[in-house]
Nanobody, 119 residues
Framework: QVQLVESGGGLVQAGGSLRLSCAAS????????MGWFRQAPGKEREFIGR????????LYTESVKGRFTISRDNAKNTVYLQMNSLKPEDTAVYYC????????????WGQGTQVTVSS
């Protein structure tokens, strides 16, 4: 079993930055990909971006391109989401997820961390 734990959320003013971390523990961790998602109150969960565990290829949704960056530290089994130029509409609970076999389907999810951007 794999456990994912997000951290780094909090309250930040518009234009500010936060870096979220997602640490994996459990059995030998070697996913195909890691993804970041978010869910704002009253809205459906939204895909933000993903990264291939091997090679580090990334993909982002249009609304965060140029502002958010996903990276990983394979040795630490940790994936990061660097968020810059934050906007109030970025306010949400942010989740990381691990895909064992693909970067379209995710098998393990973290509990989420709240990010609140004030105007």
């Amino acid at each position: 079993q794999v456990q994912l734990v997000e951290s780094g959320g909090g309250l930040v003013q518009a234009g500010g930055s936060l870096r979220l971390s997602c640490a994996a523990s459990g059995r030998t961790f070697s996913p195909y990909a890691m993804g970041w998602f978010r869910q704002a109150p009253g809205k459906e969960r939204e895909f933000i971006g993903r990264i291939r565990w091997s090679g580090g290829i990334t993909l982002y949704t249009e609304s965060v391109k140029g502002r958010f960056t996903i990276s990983r530290d394979n040795a630490k089994n940790t994936v990061y989401l660097q968020m810059n130029s934050l906007k109030p509409e970025d306010t949400a609970v942010y989740y990381c997820a691990a895909g064992v076999r693909s970067w379209y389907d995710y098998d393990y999810w973290g509990q989420g961390t709240q990010v609140t951007v004030s105007s």
